[in-house]
């Protein structure tokens, strides 16, 4: 029943009847009970009257399973309340390292700190520090805003996908003319390239620049007596590994990248992968006595290897057969020394029966010079600056000499030690040498310093320095 229905019930039941009706006793003044109660027994009877319409509530769109919507979530405070490498508050069981050793662990921390840096970068761009050097942060803040288009790769001949050797993240775009502002032609090239990447300009500098090796140089090989080869963090004065695999002292070693090559007193030679947890990965035999002089030529890939049955090897990148064998000196060979300046130069000298320096060339495995130095070779360097070479030598004048090569003449003789001269070893800038001889005593010599002058020259004699 209506509401209207019910209020006029309610007035006619309190209306007072007529005077032509027969009178009934009244028992008080109010409207009728019986009326009363009846029009109350019906309302509550009929149907319960539906809502008036109203707005329909506005659905919150919370996005589906793989585009998620993320308005009003705090991502800053959220990344705060992860750790520094990316994992949840929540305890955990500590990781365990990998069996491949301390590098492959430190490879690994390396990545994870790349990806939290990018992640942040990413996440909040300028509002929190990125790790990506300053060298990298662009010129104009306004452009770094927006998702940058990637620089162009080195070769723009082409309009296809970089290859994977190539940058990952552009696509070379079609031939277009020079943008114009109003200073004159764009010169930007990230002006005329298409970005398929959804990661920022900025990150994907920081992670197509080059990376070093976790701690480079901060390691540190030994062979000892009984035919270990050991590997320390210098840095952190800790053993980092020990290999085995020789049966007798361990007498030379020798690095390339992540290969160390070991000879030993059992006149055999090791290659090791630092990487792998294997003891080693090619083993050379050739020698007929002790192994005692080794260098890699790190450009060409070639491997010499000197020892005390007078012979000379040259082995090709990690093949177990020799390159080339030479037989010309007359005592053990452990002074060698390949050239920085002449490709495929390799210089080797000879001891007390011998007291020569040889130059060979392995590129086609002939020999070019020789000079007789008059007392036993002990070690060789090259020049970083000049196209000299440094020798030192044993009985009987314990003399440190510097050649001018290819003449071979002599430019200084340097005495001082008492004993034969049994260690060299160069600065990384090539300009001072270190000593080491029998007497216990340790020689700084300056014997490769720069001359500004010449360097000046050399920058104005070449037509290549001057282009800007």
Sequence with gaps: MRGSEFENRVRHAAKPKSPTESPAPRLSNGPDADALRAALSDAVASPVPAPSPSRKRQRIVYGDRFIPNREGVDLQASYSLLHADGSPSTPSKPKKRTPHGELHFQKTEEANRTFSTLLRSELFHNEIPQGSPSSLTTRNSARDSARAPTPPATNSSTNTPATPSKNLFTYMSPKTRTPQTRHGPNVDTRSEIYSLSPVRFDSQRMLLSPRKQPRAGSHVAIGTNKGYVQIWDAKECRRLRVMTGHTARVGALAWNDHILTSGSRDRTIYHRDVRAPDQHIAKLVGHKQEVCGLKWNCED???????????????????????????????????????????????????????????????????????????????????????????????????????????????????????????????????????????????FWNCFAKNKNEGRMSIALDPFQQIR
């Design 301 to 443: 890939g070639q491997l010499a290897s000197g020892g005390n049955d007078n012979k000379l090897f040259v082995w090709d990148k990690l093949s177990e057969q020799p390159l080339y064998k030479f037989t010309e000196h007359t005592a053990a060979v452990k002074a060698i020394a390949w050239s920085p300046h002449q490709h495929g130069t390799l210089a080797s000298g000879g001891g007390t029966a011998d007291r020569r320096i040889k130059f060979w060339n392995t590129l086609t495995g002939q020999p070019i010079s020789e000079i007789d130095t008059g007392s036993q070779v002990c070690n060789l360097a090259w020049s970083k600056n000049s196209n000299e070479i440094v020798s030192t030598h044993g009985y009987s004048e314990n003399q440190i000499v510097v050649w001018k090569y290819p003449s071979m003449t002599q430019v200084v003789s340097l005495t001082g030690h008492t004993y034969r001269v049994l260690y060299l070893a160069m600065s990384p800038d090539g300009q001072v040498i270190v000593t080491g001889a029998g007497d216990e005593t340790l020689r």
